[in-house]
């Protein structure tokens, strides 16, 4: 299947530079570019992208606000957003995380980790650069703000099992299904199970909104970097 994916970038070299390198894989194809975030929003209900490509500082609408507004339209559930600025700060990543962002990269990443990003996110996966470490998800995200796109309340994870839950501190935690796996000693189609489980049961998005859960509803809590 065609990854089909939305570039918004207020850069036009930027997105046409993309724009070449997304189209030379036979797995992909850019369905729409926007400049701003307001173009960003229109042109996601227009197209249903699998992936929007977004870049945080736009005129007008910023990314991260198109961000909120296209995770919490419930006509684009599919679509998920990546975002790619050169602005890789604390507030940023954890005000993307919260909104619902999937990944968040920096712009000095190279062309395969950039492709094989697309796939991970489009894939349903989580994708964090290595400043977006765990240790900062642990420190915002365990102090919710109100626009907040996930659920926090603790009694939510009743609704998990003992099974489901172990796991979900594992993905919070940066396993892969695999990782999950070795660790569990269970095989990677068990893992990948409960954690579509824990995701549908918990109404997650996709992994990165399982791992907000996670420190919000205080299942794993890490003490803060100082």
């Known amino acids: 299947m065609t990854i089909r994916i939305l570039l918004a970038d207020d850069q036009a070299l930027l997105r046409a530079t993309f724009r070449i390198l997304i189209d030379s894989?036979?797995?992909?194809?850019?369905?729409?570019?926007?400049?701003?975030?307001?173009?960003?929003?229109?042109?996601?209900?227009?197209?249903?992208?699998?992936?929007?490509?977004?870049?945080?500082?736009?005129?007008?609408?910023?990314?991260?606000?198109?961000?909120?507004?296209i995770c919490g339209d419930e006509t684009l559930a599919a679509t998920r957003v990546l975002i790619l600025t050169t602005f890789e700060i604390d507030e940023y990543i954890a005000q993307a995380l919260r909104v619902g962002a999937s990944g968040f990269l920096g712009k000095d990443v190279g062309a395969d980790e950039l492709l094989s990003a697309i796939r991970t996110?489009?894939?349903?996966?989580?994708?964090?650069?290595?400043?977006?470490?765990?240790?900062?998800?642990?420190?915002?995200?365990?102090?919710?703000?109100?626009?907040?796109?996930?659920?926090?309340?603790?009694?939510?994870?009743?609704?998990?099992t003992a099974r489901e839950r172990e796991v979900m501190v594992l993905v919070a935690k940066g396993y892969s299904n695999h990782d999950i796996a070795r660790h569990l000693v269970i095989s990677p189609l068990t893992a990948r199970t409960h954690v579509h489980?824990?995701?549908?049961?918990?109404?997650a998005r996709d992994r990165a909104q399982l791992v907000a859960i996670a420190y919000q509803s205080g299942l794993l809590q890490t003490t803060p970097p100082v």
């Not at 240790?135 to 926090?152: D, G, K, N, W, Y």
């Not at 489980?197 to 109404?203: F, H």
């Open 25 to 69: 894989c036979t797995d992909m194809e850019v369905v729409a570019e926007a400049a701003d975030g307001h173009e960003a929003i229109a042109a996601a209900r227009e197209h249903h992208p699998d992936v929007v490509l977004m870049d945080i500082r736009m005129p007008g609408t910023d990314g991260l606000a198109a961000t909120a507004t």
């Open 197 to 203: 489980r824990a995701m549908t049961k918990l109404e």
């Open 121 to 160: 996110i489009a894939g349903g996966g989580a994708l964090l650069s290595p400043a977006a470490t765990r240790a900062l998800i642990a420190r915002f995200l365990a102090a919710p703000e109100p626009t907040t796109t996930v659920q926090t309340n603790p009694t939510v994870l009743t609704m998990l």
